[in-house]
């Protein structure tokens, strides 16, 4: 590839150099290395209000890891941010890594038994992977971070979004999970605790599955609310119901419909 776009402080030092072409899977890794960075830390890698001071530091790999990532993360970011396309870690290198690995395995559609839960099982969840979280997305443009994509395609996005929405949070997880207990006792839900600690609840022919995932520990969870049965008996009227019951704890819901 020839041409140099994006956000100086995203792109990856060929581009900058604009030196001949450049390798377009490897300068997606740096940017993935990056985007990581920034989902654990909370905060750009390399940062500098002069802009030709903060290319010396992509260039030189200039940064430092606070220290609540760990030592596997920090190896796949520091491999994913080498200032050489050539000896920097490819995509394939990084499906392949037991770090990226370990990310949450996409699960079934639920069967007739909508849930299956192990009945008071509490098992802490773990930080969803920063990769499970960029393959949401819209290639590499963070503001579809938390979008819902189809794959049917444009025509179905309608049936899409009324059975599943997201929306941030700064709560803590504990609180957060109890809220939505709480909101869907006061709703006349059943609720009940699967594996992973997600949330089931159950009302008639409605089912409800709530995941809470921590995305920057004690600052940020994005929480996934599925119909996973009744969505003919789940209409707008009742996603109106939870955002204003949940309006306190929301900080933005997302994949809504255009205007």
């Given at each position: 590839l020839h041409t140099a776009c994006g956000t100086p402080a995203y792109t990856a030092p060929e581009i900058l150099r604009r030196s001949g072409g450049y390798d377009g899977s490897k300068a997606d890794a740096w940017s993935c290395g990056l985007i990581l960075y920034v989902l654990l830390a909370g905060y750009l890698p390399f940062s500098d209000l002069n802009i030709p001071a903060m290319c010396k530091k992509i260039s030189r790999r200039d940064y430092q890891f606070p220290d609540w990532i760990s030592k596997r993360a920090r190896f796949v970011?520091?491999?994913?941010?080498?200032?050489n396309p050539e000896s920097r870690m490819s995509l394939e290198g990084l499906f392949t890594n037991e770090w990226f690995k370990k990310s949450l395995k996409p699960e079934s559609e639920p069967k007739k038994n909508v849930f299956g839960f192990d009945y008071g099982?509490?098992?802490?969840?773990?930080?969803?992977?920063?990769?499970?979280?960029?393959?949401?997305?819209?290639?590499?443009?963070?503001?579809?971070?938390?979008?819902?994509?189809s794959s049917q395609g444009g025509n179905n996005s309608n049936s899409v979004?009324?059975?599943?929405?997201?929306?941030?949070?700064?709560?803590?997880?504990?609180?957060?999970?109890?809220?939505?207990?709480?909101v869907g006792g006061v709703f006349g839900f059943k609720v009940e605790i699967g594996k992973n600690n997600a949330i089931g609840l159950v009302k008639g022919k409605v089912g409800l599955v709530i995941e809470v995932f921590e995305i920057v520990p004690s600052q940020l969870l994005l929480v996934d609310v599925k119909v996973v049965e009744g969505g003919l008996e789940f209409e707008d009227n009742h996603w109106e119901d939870w955002k204003v019951a949940l309006q306190d704890l929301a900080i933005s819901w997302h994949n809504e419909e255009s205007s």
């Open positions: 970011i520091y491999r994913l941010l080498d200032p099982n509490e098992v802490k969840i773990s930080g969803l992977n920063a990769f499970h979280i960029i393959s949401m997305s819209s290639g590499l443009d963070l503001s579809g971070l938390f979008e819902t994509t979004n009324k059975r599943e929405k997201r929306f941030t949070s700064s709560a803590k997880m504990e609180v957060m999970e109890e809220k939505v207990k709480e």
